[in-house]
């Protein structure tokens, strides 16, 4: 027990520690970690009314989030499934870092829900009274919350067995390891059945939103492991193959096909047949006129346009084979996480609520304050996740281990290990 | 905060690690600074160790009451008589409108925000009555807004609608905290300090009969109804969900809800669907009635029809 609580004492000191880069990157996420702290106490104070939700429109920019960010928590599977399934070992050691992102992901996830509450300081009521199994709601705190734990018990096991230097016992964390590739499918599932099952919403009331849920997920996920494993290989001496790199790139290029081609199916479904509960992803894709010939609305309009061209730039880029080189690798990604993003929050979330269930077009805009908020909590996964990741590689490679004190300069911080660029097949 | 081998701090570390942890408590408090104009009247331990609903046997009840009571008169100066009305066996309460009759007035809209003490600004309405062109009952093509000087418009008639205490309710389904449910006469209702605010009851509700408090309510107090229910019309709170619940602190006694009372055109009908000779159960036996979305499968009870010899076609005989 001491001992784990000098390791943890010793983790803290740790992410305080870093070159300029660090420290800066850190001070920034802490500052918008703040202001996003400082516009939901005027939440708090003033009610939801500082938000641009309304009657008509009641979920927005933080539910939008929410779905959006439990995807990349579930992506965490993605890494796990090659690894011990297809005995792929080139991504074995860097599990770890899905797992951190997982964990960083859901705490993001719960965040984003709580500010989304009217009453939070009544939380406990979903102890004292859990409509389960009835509401999808209650669902969703079951799965994220035991995949919250699963996640952390994975990677604080391991990370605590390289810091004793004792080989992990395989019966303490693969069974957990398995246990998680499946809940992590469990929790996009459930989410997407949050929506699915409102028969008052005929946007949402489509068996192909929990695959479609499922394939960007597993696209904007590890899209985003693999920038972060760069920035790991460039900044520390963390030993990333390319191998590995490449089959992050294997795998997100078929989940973002597959995502590509359930579009396509939910676009033909809504847009052939011209049936009149096709309206929301009219007023998405095109925009609806005003019922008194007063201009039109189509706030959305843009967004989701913005989002299938990232996407389809993501897909031209990763199919080209003369594009190797990781940057243009690196560009797909971002593209990819961005137009993934938009599609799950302006564009799955929001216009299922437009027109309203009584053919009411009000549109949404968030304000200043909700995006703040946002930001915030954005800000906070990252610092969360890279203190995990800062904490994570001295512990893996050998540098801080129990009989190991470590000081400033024992501890890998800077370019030391810098690699280039090497094209990735 | 670095350490060094031996473990001990020097003292640059030391000032800087101090400076840093001043600084970050600094902008902690600053952060939080808002916080210092909370409204904390509703953020009491009484209110925060309070039981649901259905778990408040009388004694506790009474206290309750006796809460709100004080409450209501610190805050509107109004001496409320709040009671805890219970729904009569073997009831069960059904609606039915003649959208013949209707002639789009909207004062049960306004009736009803008086009578349930719904906050004013910004004004909470249960009821939304929709001028739709004649020839077709698709509610898209109905008009929210329309603002005539005179009601009838040509060609027009108007569809209010409002909670219709569905059989099969889509919203107390997905309530995680079961803050929502339909009382044994047919009524769904809302405990208001059990709610969380989640607003998901909100998006499954097929008829837009759910109200979410953006802000804290406010009603003028010389407009506040004192005849006071705890499932009905007590004041509420901000970041808490509302709906109508045909007037129960009415109803239960034997009177008509207070959008029915209003109407100028006698278009809207309320009774006990199981006394067979309630206005209900002879407009259900007697007149072609139909119900809004039946596909969604909610089952209302809430029925709408069109009366042939309504007085507007016998207007327009001339």
Known sequence: MGAYLVFLKRCFALSFIGDWRYRLWMLLLTVVALLGLNAYCKQLVDGMITTGMTDQVSWGLYIANFTFLVGMAAAAAMMVIPVYIYKKTALHDLVIFGELLAVAAILMCLAFVTVDLGRPDRFMHLFLRFNFPMSMLTWDVVVLNVYLMLNLHICGYLVWCAYKKKKPGKKFYMPFVFLAVFWAISIHTVTAFLYVGLGGRPFWN????????????????????????????????YNVPDEALALLRRIVTVALTINAFLLGCELFTEFYTGAAHSISAKYLFFGLDNHHGLGRYEALVPWIWSAIGLNTIALLILY??????????????????????IEKGMGLIIPAFIPSPLGEIVEYAPTANEILVCLGIWAFGLLAYTIFVRITIPV?????????????????????????????S | ??????????????FRAAT????????????????KSLDTSDFTVEKFLQQHYKELDETEMAKVLDRITKEVEERYKVRPDIRDIKPKDGVEFVYALNLGACIGCRKC?????????????????????????????????????????????????YMPIQCHQCENPPCTKVCPVEATWTEPD?????????????????????????????????????????????????????????????CLHRTRNGQNPACLEVCPVGARKFGDIKDPNSDVSQVLKHKRVFVLKEEVGTIPRFFYYFDEDYHRSEEKGD
């Open chain 1, 206 to 237: 489509a068996a192909i939103i929990a695959p479609r849920f499922l394939a960007s997920a597993f696209a904007a996920g590890p899209a985003f492991i693999i920038l972060t494993l760069q920035i790991i290989r460039k900044f520390t001496d």
């Open chain 1, 320 to 341: 080209t084979p003369a594009v190797k080189k990781v940057a243009w690798l690196n560009i797909a990604c971002v593209a990819m996480i961005v137009g993934i993003w």
């Open chain 2, 186 to 246: 047919g009524i769904t209702v809302v405990d208001y300090d059990w709610c969380i605010g989640c607003r998901y009851c909100e998006a499954a509700c097929p008829y837009f009969a759910r109200r979410f408090n953006f802000t804290e309510p406010s009603i003028p107090k010389e407009e506040v109804n004192p005849t006071m229910s705890y499932l009905s019309n007590r004041p509420r709170h901000k970041g808490v969900m509302e709906k109508c619940h045909f």
């Open chain 1, 396 to 424: 893996l490679t050998g540098k801080l281990t129990y009989d190991h004190s470590y000081s400033l300069e024992t501890v890998g911080t800077g370019e030391s290990d810098q690699k280039s660029k090497e094209t990735v």
């Open chain 2, 1 to 14: 905060m670095s350490c060094s081998s031996n473990g001990s701090m020097d003292r640059r570390s030391f």
């Open chain 2, 20 to 35: 840093g942890a001043a600084g970050g408590m600094a902008a902690l408090v600053a952060a939080l600074s808002p916080l």
């Open chain 2, 109 to 157: 809209v306004h009736a009803c925000v008086e009578e349930n003490n719904q906050s004013r600004d910004p004004e909470i309405q249960y009821i939304r009555v929709l001028e739709m062109p004649r020839g077709t009952i698709d509610i898209e093509k109905g008009d929210h807004t329309y603002d005539h000087p005179k009601v009838p418009k040509d060609d027009h008639f």
